[in-house]
């Protein structure tokens, strides 16, 4: 029996401090953003920044799956990886977290991973190249495959791949699971709007969006956005970084507050350590403010280090308001 199963893309973080002029002379895009781009790419900025980057076991619903695992939850992570280095790396480090690696082995591809640069403004703006973690065959999924799970996590990058999306979301719900989807980017949203709108029709129990997703979903103020969400999905968050976060079920509305930190570092995986708090509390029974309280520390937690891996004494110290409260 598993609390939360994860799918999504397992990439390996690399996590690179650069400065603004940096960013703007070497990177096209919008700051901030995500964009998909090939390794060679990667390696290219990696060699012009002349800086050493920050290794770790990466990708949205693995964040979430692992956050959750050290929070006290039964978790397990589907993916697809290459045959290299960088997968076993990526097993390796899953395992000690206490998150079981359920990874589909590509002969070809190469492990994916995201380079992550990081502004001082703690600002990241990702490239990614998914290699192997695209190569996830929708026909491998099936109910049976969340036999007797509560809950399955879909990150947003996995709507690139619609047959992948939704084979996930109806395997998920004939298992008789909830369905949490997060929404990744503002890019992810603009870009596949119709297979999004098919999941909210029904088939997603919780979402979670920041602000520039939601507006990306539906325009307007997070307010509103909320509102258009929460009336396509039992629960609905929307996150408003420094500003806390908006939550609601059914009639219900909660505005959290950011939990304060004398230092932000690095925003990479704010957003998903955000949804590890938060869903423990909720497969626990927690009320919405509680829930989000949960949520809005391991977001603190977080962004105080590089990357998106906390220190299991702070994932302790967060569980310790979990069994408190639950």
Known sequence: MLDLVGVGSPLVDLVLQVDDEFLAKQVEGAKGGMEMVDAALIDRLLTKSKREAVRAAGGA????????ANLGLATAFIGSVGNDDFAAFYRTALAEQGCEARLVEHPELPTGRVLS???PDAQRTMRTCLGAAAALDPAGITAETFAGVRLVMLEGYTLFNHDLTRAIARAAKAA???LALDLASFEVVNINKPVLAELLAGQVDVVFANEDE????????????LEDLAGRAPVAVVKLGK????IARGPERVRVA???VAQVVDTTGAGDCWAAGFLAGHLRGLPLAQSGRLGSLAGAAVVQ?????VAREQWTRIKGFLDAWA
């Open 258 to 260: 950011v939990e304060p």
């Open 117 to 119: 640069l990081v502004t």
């Open 214 to 225: 939601a507006r990306a979903w539906c325009g307007g103020t997070p307010e509103q956005a």
């Open 305 to 309: 280090v590089m990357g998106a891996q």
């Open 243 to 246: 500003d806390g976060a908006l």
């Open 176 to 178: 008789g699971c909830q």
């Open 61 to 68: 619903a693995s964040n979430t799956t692992v956050g959750a």
